[in-house]
């Protein structure tokens, strides 16, 4: 957080430096709390994957641009153009990362390898169990042993090029069927060489149980998040409504979303039509802007009337202060 912060009052043109472009909304599982999985007729992000040829100008046209996550609704790795995408990021030397998260079933040889390779900066992996038995029953289709298959090679690969690259996290939802192989955690995590493990309540509670609190205190997991993160994910998430300022949501086919949370309605213009200082500056941008900083009530018209962050945020009138943004 501290780092995202400090973009705030870093000098830059008035255009971020990070964007989030989703590569993939497809997804072979079927995970019951996945919004892209409910057949939701108002999801307006729909089902396909970004284009090469899209990646490229987008790149082109914007050489600030020093990190894209490519994580979002979907999974990356059904993208069949991928591996020309991470390889043209390489040589334009922009960072990519899928941060927000990948289920890792699904990876081609090929890919895994060019993802040391190449240097994909970080992944994180949503596994939530540390056995079949008990991770199939939240990533419906799943297969834990492919996961963990598909890392061990991952890290063969980053042997063989010398690599810390990509950045590897493990993000683990903590429900009541799973708690107890929690204490398997450390084990793995050490078998699997992942540099991070942090834990996350369910979406819609908002916060661990006494209980499993200890639990995760007790593992004592040397690179653990703070994990008081989790009551960002249902309480409030600054950073989340910070997107359209410091690092907006572009979906897979080039319209503007905003934010990380905008999946059922778009920002009326196509950042691969145009360009991103124009979308970041259009009337509807510049409203979704407005009614986060306080200075317009949102409509029907942007996602930020059905967002729990922006109802938490309008309730308790803590809007994003407009002072620190010094480029609005």
Not at 56 to 65: E, G, Q
Not at 113 to 135: C, H, N, P, V
Not at 211 to 236: F, G, S
Request: charged share 30%; proline share 4%.
């Amino acid at each position: 957080m501290k780092n995202f912060i400090w973009h705030l009052y870093r000098k830059r043109n008035k255009l971020p430096k990070i964007v989030c472009i989703e590569a993939c909304s497809l997804c072979q599982l079927n995970c019951p709390d996945c919004h892209m999985r409910k057949n939701d007729p108002n999801i307006i992000v729909g089902n396909g994957y970004l284009k090469f040829k899209d990646f490229k100008k987008f790149v082109d046209k914007h050489p600030y641009i020093e990190s894209i996550e490519l994580s979002f609704c979907g999974e990356i790795f059904l993208n069949p153009e991928l591996l020309e995408i991470i390889k043209y990021a390489y040589k334009k030397k922009v960072k990519l990362t899928a941060f927000n998260g990948v289920n890792f079933n699904t990876v081609s040889e090929e890919i895994l390898e060019a993802l040391a390779k190449y240097e994909f900066t970080g992944i994180t992996f949503s596994i939530d169990g540390t056995t079949q038995e008990t991770y199939q029953k939240y990533r419906k289709n799943g297969d834990i042993n492919k996961v963990f298959e598909n890392i061990k090679k991952l890290n063969s690969y980053k042997e063989k090029y010398k690599s810390k690259y990509p950045i590897l996290q493990w993000q683990y939802i903590v429900f009541e069927h799973n708690e107890h192989e929690l204490s398997n955690v450390k084990k793995i995590q050490n078998e699997l060489k992942i540099d991070n493990v942090y834990f996350k309540a369910p979406w819609g509670k908002p916060d661990f149980s006494i209980e499993v609190r200890q639990k995760i205190k007790k593992l004592n997991l040397d690179k653990q998040k703070d994990i008081e993160i989790v009551k960002a994910v249902t309480e409030n998430s600054p950073s989340i409504c910070l997107y359209p300022w410091l690092k907006p949501q572009i979906n897979w086919n080039g319209e503007l979303l905003g934010c990380c949370c905008s999946t059922h309605h778009t920002l009326d213009i196509n950042v691969f039509d145009t360009n991103l200082k124009k979308a970041l500056n259009s009337e509807k941008c510049n409203y979704m802007k407005a009614v986060l900083t306080g200075k317009e009530e949102a409509d029907s018209t942007l996602h930020c009337l059905h967002c729990p962050f922006y109802d938490k945020m309008r309730k308790n009138k803590q809007f994003i202060n407009p002072k620190l943004i010094k480029f609005i």
